[in-house]
């Protein structure tokens, strides 16, 4: 079982920029705040693996809520390129391109922003980084203690798929966990990123990324692969949940 933990970055330096995807900025002391909240939310969660993004906001986050462990950096993970519109706010693009933005709005994964990516060449980037996710996670999995050998014979730790995945899972201590080989990933990446590996993983179409997902800075979505899953095979445990960044009495949505 592979536990993908996914987050967008912090708050960064990008001031009233709408699009702005490869402005390599760091973060604000506001956006070094929200991270570390995350970081205290996840203390003494077992995380296998911390992936990032290489820009330097999504660095910043996935190194503070590292607190010392290693963070490996995958250039797949970037923000989608928006070309000549990096930098423009909405206002500015409706000004130069309105038809090409209504295009844009109309089907956002078959539509290029000039000069820079559709959403459909930001899939390609997330499948292939699922698929080498799953496959090097699952390969750790086989050696994990409890994990039996690949014939699936019975008992902790076989893989198999609970008979109901959609229904409700009893908690799990961190030992038992681990025991039956449950690998961790945490993601960290950005926004339009986020809501388009959502789509892949979970086959919904990618067209539709910007109508049916959120991704607020530092939120915490969480998806998992049972044992031979396919990449677009995941199911969705946690979504958007920004709770670490609310005070009491606050609804801890966006």
């Known amino acids: 079982m592979l536990t993908l933990l996914l987050t967008r970055h912090g708050q960064a330096a990008a001031g009233d920029v709408m699009l702005g995807g490869q402005l390599d900025v760091p973060l604000l002391p506001s956006g070094r705040e929200e991270a570390e909240a995350l970081a205290r939310r996840l203390s003494g969660v077992r995380i296998d693996r ?11 986050t996935a190194q503070t809520i590292a607190t010392g462990r290693p963070v490996e950096v995958d250039e797949r993970l970037r923000e989608l390129d928006y070309g000549r519109w990096e930098g423009l706010t909405y206002d500015e693009i409706d000004a130069h391109d309105p038809e090409l933005r209504a295009r844009w709005e109309h089907d956002p994964a078959a539509t290029h922003s000039p000069g820079g990516e559709s959403g459909d060449d930001v899939a390609a980037r997330a499948l292939n980084f699922l698929v080498d996710l799953i496959e090097a996670e699952e390969s750790a999995a086989n050696g994990a203690p409890g994990t039996p050998d ?7 730790g076989s893989g198999r798929h609970s008979p109901d995945p959609g229904g409700s899972r009893a908690i799990v201590s961190e030992a038992q966990a681990e025991a039956e080989g449950e690998r961790r990933a945490l993601v960290v990446a950005h ?14 179409p990618v067209r539709d990324y910007r109508r049916r997902f959120l991704q607020d800075r530092v939120n915490l979505t969480v998806l998992r692969y049972e044992r031979g899953d396919p990449p677009d095979g995941a199911q969705l445990i946690l979504a958007n949940d920004v709770g670490h960044l609310r005070s009491p009495g606050e609804a801890p949505w966006g």
């Open 150 to 156: 690949p014939t699936g014979t019975p008992g902790v």
């Open 191 to 204: 926004g339009t990123f986020n809501r388009i590996l959502l789509c892949v993983a979970l086959g919904i």
């Open 50 to 60: 911390i992936v990032s993004s290489p820009m330097l906001r999504a660095l910043e």
